[in-house]
């Protein structure tokens, strides 16, 4: 004669724990096995010529002068593509501001290098003492360093999924030539995604 066992229900409590408990692994490991089949990778950005043109220092400490960089952006993801829906670019010498400009929007696909031109036109900027003396130095000397950063609002694309956007922030520190007939040497920026 078997003895009749006693069952052991779960109370609801239990149940609702368990069922979060189940959703929270699959959800983790979907997440898991999609980011190592994507393997994201940051881009890779420099500053590849720089150069200036129009050129003027008034007797009153006054800059005038076109600044022209080529922004190399490369995206080493084999299946992300990015966009680049608003860029805006600023130039600094000495932490003074001495232009800005917006960038032209474009998609980058992935595995993709793209060269962006980045024209600066500074117009009647104001130096002041040290800044101005350490500009005509610099400039004397065959090189001025400036520091350039770009703000970007960024979204990602895998297959049909698009992200929301992400802000991108990019400093680089290349070396203008003095003359236009110098050639710059490439410059790599500081992300921060």
């Known amino acids: ?5 006693k069952t052991r229900r779960l109370s609801p ?3 609702i724990a368990l069922i979060a408990l189940t959703i929270i692994v699959i959800v983790g490991l979907t997440i898991l096995v999609i980011w190592l089949s994507v393997k994201p990778r940051r881009p890779i950005y420099s500053i ?3 150069s200036v043109h129009n050129y003027n220092m008034t007797k009153n400490e006054h800059l005038y002068g076109n600044f022209n960089f080529t922004l190399k952006a490369y995206n080493p993801n084999s299946r992300v ?3 680049y829906d608003s860029i805006e670019v600023k130039l600094f010498y000495n932490s003074l501001q001495i232009a800005f400009n917006n960038a032209e929007t474009f998609f980058q696909p992935h595995r993709n290098v793209t060269y962006l031109d980045l024209f600066l036109s ?3 900027v104001a130096l002041y003492g040290d800044i101005a003396r350490d500009l005509k ?3 004397t000397s065959g090189a001025v360093e400036v520091e350039i950063k770009v703000r970007a609002k960024i979204r990602f694309k895998v297959g049909i999924w698009k992200s929301s956007h992400r802000k991108l922030k990019l400093s680089c520190s290349p070396r203008v030539p003095a ?3 110098k050639g710059s040497q490439t410059s790599p920026c500081d992300l921060d995604l």
């Open 13 to 15: 409590v239990r149940c």
């Open 81 to 83: 593509s990015i966009y």
């Open 137 to 139: 130095e610099e400039r």
């Open 122 to 124: 500074a117009k009647d």
């Open 179 to 181: 003359s236009s007939t």
């Open 48 to 50: 590849e010529n720089a």
């Open 1 to 5: 004669m078997a003895t009749p066992t």
